[in-house]
Structure formats: structure tokens, C-alpha cells
């Protein structure tokens, strides 16, 4: 795990650090002294020999290098998470954890180090202020804030161990005679194996993986399992759609058979979307059937593509055509995952959980809506929220009507018209997320056209992805041949495809044979050129 201090001068970000790497008995670095032993120089002299653009760009220079680091307590700068370039690459590696603190409270504690501070190098209370009215509406963009005026180092130190720790959330999925529990807690990955033992009296799981999210978090998995006595077996892919084909479950069905596993042993899908989907294929065809956990690590399968017991391999360039319904008997869920996603993946898992808020729950959208930049740096309070209230959406949807006989199939909002986006650009141009967000776009402009969707609805949602700077518009778009691709629909009868719309956000509605002509004219909304 990686931490990042940010705030003010003088919050206190060193002091904390220090500590909070002692009882997390992990590493600790203190970007300024890091620089300052770089450069054999003092920052004041620095400062003053070769000016603050150069200091800037040493601390750039530095940042990268911490891209790379694990299991360390950073104390970054006053201004260094300030950079656009700095919070970037900081974003995408850790938690980053915004220390508040008042004018007043700040100058007192830095009384009698001021010379170690070139910005305060006049000494003067003014400076000071002027620093902090030209910093504080920009700490206030970042995630994870804590206001520590009152608060000594070790007292900072609780209130960070509690964000980071938070609390537990359960669901319950009941599908026929089926139930499937999700289980939403940070740090819950360090227990694993405790979790398990009180449920599976198996000593062996199989884990399907992926080599990037293993490699991030395969020994932690591992160890939480040793310390319950349960040993393991792993199958790793390289990530991606395309490793959603036949041919790597036949891979899969080979190693299970080769490790000797059997209908009640336990199968743990460890990974993103692709992952769940193909495991739970697996899982479900393997011996009739195997005892499945999901354990999903990125946003979009956190919030959707982990729950519900849908799982699903393609064939060509036609999505999810050879699949089950077979619900995982558990999905564990812990946010601390979501601290080494890109900003890529962060804005698909909210493209994602956006869908849920367009279908069933008004709040999600507008707490979306209204913390784009905060839920895009990983503030955890509000990824919880919205990871909860999406969940809450699916597994009461999914309760309802399991196996998609008639409500489930709103689940599908976006997704005539994106898988076949998909399929026509070949797996390559568009994520399955973005690829939805531009089909609930055609699907918004197609209820518009059939006098179903409020004129105020598809503005507000465009805003809203370009907030995430999730695409609105594509280029170089085969109209027809996405026409065609949607013949594989699975949710055609008759040979007539089925359409979700938004009626207003928080209500859909679902449409059946649909004159070409509005499918074309919807498909103009997201071309460009």
C-alpha cells in the first residue's frame, strides 16, 4: 500500500508520516529531504542557486520515480500534488490523503523553522496568507480531506487508519433458490483466507487472475489464505477482452482437471470484468458446476460486471454470445483495490456505476454528477458511497428477475448499441465501458426521437462524461455495420431487437421494434466527422 501526504506547509504531513509508517511497519520518504539528498543541496539553496523552476522540475523528476514504489508512507510538498503532471502520477499508485489545517495554527507550528522554507524567507505572517488564499481552493479539489487543527500527530494517525479501515456493507441477491452475497469493506483482502475458513471448509482454492493484478496484489491474496491453512493453485492470463474466447477456457478446464479439482472445490476469480466473466463461465461449466467467489479489482466490476451471475465468452466480433447465469455464492469488495487504477479505469467503473444511478436511483447520478474530480482521485468516503448505492441498484434489480425474463434486461442500458461499438471497432478502439456510455447516449437520443426521454435528460448526461473526459463522440463510425452487428443481440425475439431508454434519470423503460431509420439517426449523436 502507498500513501500520499498532501496540504499546506506546516500541517504536519512529515510528523504524521513518520508515525503512520511506524504502526503500518512500512517504509517512509519525505519527498523534500528525498530531493535534498539527490541534489547533496539544502532546498533553501536550491531555491536560491538555481530558482524554484528548478526545484519544480526535480520534484516532477521525483515523482515518477515514487510511481514505482509499494508499501511506503510519502510526505510530498506544499505544492507538489498541486501539479497537474505530479497528481497524475501519484493518483494512479496510491491513497492520497489531504491534510487541512488552519492559517493560524499553521504559523505557530512553523514559528521556528521558517529558514528551512524559501517561500517564507521574508519571515512574514503575510506571505504565509497569501500562500495559503493561492493553495486552499486547490487542496480543496483533492481527495480524502481531514482537518487536523486540533489534532496531534498521532491523534492524525487514527483518523487515517479509520479512512482507511472504514466499515462493513452486506447484500443479499436471492435469485430462485440461489443466494449471493456481496461484501463491501476496505482492507478486506488482508483477511481473505479468515473469511473463507468461516465459510468453506475447503483447504484449496483455485484462482483465476490476470498478470498485472496479481502482481500488484497476488502475495497479499496468498498470504491471507496461508494464514487460514488454505493453499492455492493459480491460472494467470494477460489482460484484456480478447481473452474472452473458447479457446483460453479450454486452458482453464486443462489446468483444473490437471490440479484434480471437483465440483465443491472453491474457484476465486481475482481480477476486472474480463476475469469475472470468463471465471464464472468456467466456474459454471466445470463439472456442472464449482463453488465461485468473486473478488473484483477495479471499479467497473465492483460496482457491475461482478454481480449478478452473468458470465459470458465471445465469438469474433459478437459480445458475451456463449455464456450462463450462475451466481457467485459470494463477492468480496474492497475499495483500497481502486488506489492503483488509472484514470482510465476510474472513469469506466463510473461510466458504470452511472448507469445504475440513470436506472434506479436519482442519488447516485447527482452524487456523481457532483464529485467527478474527488471520485476520480480516489476519495474513498464517496467511491464507498457510490460503490454501495450501485450494488444496491443491481442486486435489487437482479432479486426481481434473475434470469432476465423481462425488468432485469433495463441492466442493459447502453449496450445494444455498445457492444455492437465494440465489436465494429474489433476489441481495440473503445473499452466496454466507454462504448456503453456512448450507447446510453444513442440510446437517450433514441428515446428523444420517440417522444420517451426528457429533453433535459441527454444534455445533463453528456455533461456529466465530459466531466470525466469519457468520450461523446467517436470517429470514423460504420453505421451500418453497427446496425448489423446488433442481429447478435441476445435480447432479440423474433428477430426483433429490444432497446432500453431513459425516460428521466432514475426511471428506463424498454422498446421493441425499432424502425432502422431511428437506430441510424440515434448513431448520429456520437459520430464525429
Known amino acids: 500500500m502507498k500513501i500520499i501526504l498532501t496540504g499546506m506547509m506546516g500541517v504536519g504531513k512529515t510528523a504524521v508520516g513518520r508515525k503512520l509508517a511506524e504502526g503500518m511497519n512500512i ?31 526535480m520534484e516532477r523528476e521525483v515523482c515518477k520515480e515514487l510511481f514505482l514504489m509499494n508499501d511506503v508512507v510519502i510526505s510530498t510538498g506544499g505544492r507538489t500534488l498541486l501539479d497537474k503532471k505530479n497528481l497524475s502520477v501519484l493518483a494512479s499508485s496510491g491513497i492520497i490523503i489531504t491534510l487541512h489545517c488552519t492559517p493560524e495554527k499553521i504559523l505557530s507550528r512553523i514559528k521556528n523553522d521558517r529558514g528551512q522554507r524559501p517561500l517564507l524567507a521574508s519571515n512574514s505572517k503575510e506571505a504565509l496568507y497569501r500562500i495559503y488564499n493561492e493553495r486552499e481552493p ?19 494517525v487514527g483518523e ?34 479468515t473469511f473463507l475458513k468461516n465459510i468453506y471448509q475447503d483447504k484449496k482454492a483455485f484462482i483465476l487472475s490476470d498478470k498485472n493484478v496479481f502482481s500488484l496484489y497476488g502475495k497479499r491474496l496468498i498470504s491471507g489464505l496461508h494464514e487460514a491453512d488454505i493453499q492455492e493453485d493459480v491460472f494467470l492470463l494477460p489482460p484484456g477482452e480478447r481473452q474472452k474466447n473458447l479457446g483460453v477456457v479450454k486452458k482453464i478446464y486443462a489446468w483444473l482437471q490437471e490440479k484434480d479439482a471437483t465440483r ?15 471465471g464464472g463461465f468456467a466456474a459454471s461449466t466445470f463439472h456442472r458446476g464449482m463453488k465461485l467467489v468473486n473478488i473484483p479489482t477495479t471499479l467497473l466490476s465492483q460496482v457491475d460486471a461482478s454481480i449478478g451471475g452473468k458470465n459470458a465468452v465471445n465469438i469474433n466480433e459478437a459480445k458475451n454470445q456463449i455464456g450462463t447465469f450462475y451466481f457467485p455464492e459470494h463477492v468480496v469488495i474492497d475499495p483500497l483495490f481502486l488506489t492503483t487504477l488509472s484514470h482510465k ?27 467527478v ?3 476520480m482521485l480516489k476519495d474513498l468516503r464517496l467511491l464507498e458511497q457510490v460503490i454501495t448505492r450501485a450494488v444496491k441498484v443491481k442486486s435489487s434489480v437482479v432479486t426481481q428477475d434473475p434470469y432476465e425474463k423481462n425488468t432485469r434486461a433495463t441492466l442493459n442500458l447502453g449496450h445494444t448499441f455498445g457492444h455492437a461499438l465494440e465489436g465494429s471497432y474489433k476489441y481495440s478502439h473503445l473499452s466496454h465501458a466507454q462504448a456503453v456510455g456512448l450507447g446510453m447516449i444513442c440510446a437517450s437520443k433514441l428515446g428523444l426521437l420517440l417522444n420517451l426521454t426528457s429533453e433535459y435528460f441527454l444534455p445533463e448526461f453528456k455533461e456529466v462524461l465530459t466531466r470525466m ?57 456520437i459520430s464525429h466527422g
Open 27 to 57: 517504509s517512509f520518504l519525505d519527498l523534500d529531504e528525498h530531493i535534498e539528498k539527490k541534489a547533496c543541496l539544502k532546498i533553501s539553496e536550491i531555491f536560491s542557486r538555481f530558482g524554484e523552476s528548478r526545484f519544480r522540475q
Open 138 to 156: 486547490e487542496y480543496l479539489k483533492l481527495p480524502n480531506k481531514l482537518d487536523v487543527t486540533h489534532l496531534k500527530p498521532e491523534n492524525v
Open 160 to 193: 487515517i487508519m479509520k479512512l482507511i479501515n472504514g466499515e462493513e456493507s452486506r447484500f443479499e441477491m436471492i435469485a430462485g433458490e440461489n443466494r449471493s452475497s456481496s461484501l463491501i469493506c476496505r482492507g478486506i483482502i488482508d483477511d481473505i483466507g
Open 264 to 278: 465443491f472445490s472453491l474457484f476465486v476469480s481475482f481480477g476486472g470484468g474480463v476475469i469475472s466473466d470468463i
Open 345 to 371: 479505469q476510474m472513469q469506466e467503473g463510473l461510466i458504470e456505476a452511472l448507469k445504475a444511478g440513470v436506472i434506479a436511483d436519482k442519488d447516485l447520478f447527482l452524487l456523481i454528477k457532483n464529485h
Open 373 to 375: 474530480p474527488e471520485l
Open 469 to 525: 473526459k469519457a468520450p461523446t463522440q467517436i470517429k470514423n463510425m460504420n453505421a451500418s455495420r453497427i446496425l448489423s452487428l446488433m442481429q447478435f443481440d441476445k435480447k432479440r425475439k423474433e428477430g426483433k431487437i429490444s432497446f432500453i431508454v431513459p425516460k428521466k434519470v432514475g426511471e428506463t423503460l424498454i422498446i421493441k421494434d425499432v424502425n432502422k431509420k431511428y437506430i441510424l439517426e440515434s448513431l448520429k449523436e
